[in-house]
C-alpha cells in the first residue's frame, strides 16, 4: 500500500489506539508516533449483576387468536401452528459495549481532525469490528481522506512491524 508522505496512519482496537504520520514517502514509510491511548475497561464480569434472562413464545397461549388456540388452520387466514418456545434473552456484553464506545471516540477524533484539516490522507488499520464500528461515525470529510484500510489488528506489533503490514497491503 502507498502510504502518502504525512499521511496519518490509525492503529487501533477495542481498547488501543496509536495515531501515527508517515514522515517518510510512498517507499519508504517513517511512522511517527503523535498519540497513544489505552482504554483500561473493566472485565465483562465486574461490571453486570444479573445473568440474561427468559422469555417464552408459543401461538396458542393467551392472546392468540381464538382459531391459534383452537386449532383451526383456516379461520383469519389460516397457517401452520407454532409449537411452545422457549427462548433466553441475549446476555448483555458490556465489554463489547465499551470497546464500541472507543471505537466510536476514535472516530469523533478523527472526525475533529478532518473539520480543522490536520490531515490530507488517512489510512485505517482495525480488526473487522472495530473498523465497522468506527465507519458507522465517521463524518464526511473523513472519508473524502480515507485511502486506505487494513482490516488487521496490529496494536501490539512494533512501529517497525506495521510499517512492514503496511508496505505488504
Known amino acids: 500500500m502507498q502510504v502518502p508522505h504525512n499521511a496519518r496512519i490509525v492503529v487501533a482496537d477495542g481498547r488501543k489506539m496509536l495515531l501515527l504520520r508517515n514522515e517518510g514517502d510512498g517507499e519508504l514509510l517513517n511512522l511517527q508516533v503523535e498519540q497513544h491511548k489505552i482504554h483500561e475497561s473493566p472485565k465483562d464480569s465486574d461490571q453486570k449483576s444479573d445473568r440474561a434472562g427468559q422469555s417464552s413464545s408459543t401461538q396458542s397461549g393467551p392472546g392468540a387468536p381464538a382459531a391459534a388456540q383452537n386449532g383451526s388452520m383456516h379461520a383469519r387466514g ?8 422457549r427462548g433466553s434473552m441475549e446476555e448483555t456484553d458490556y465489554h463489547q459495549m465499551e470497546e464500541d464506545q472507543f471505537a466510536t471516540s476514535i472516530a469523533e477524533l478523527l472526525n475533529k481532525q478532518a473539520l480543522a484539516g490536520a490531515y490530507e490522507s488517512l ?18 470529510e473523513v472519508v473524502d481522506r480515507l485511502k486506505g484500510e487494513v482490516s488487521k489488528d496490529l496494536t501490539g506489533h512494533t512501529i517497525p512491524q506495521i510499517e512492514e503490514a503496511l508496505a505488504a497491503a
Open 78 to 85: 389460516g397457517g401452520a401452528q407454532f409449537a411452545p418456545s
Open 123 to 140: 489510512i485505517v488499520v482495525a480488526p473487522p469490528r472495530t473498523l465497522g464500528e468506527l465507519r458507522k461515525h465517521y463524518h464526511k
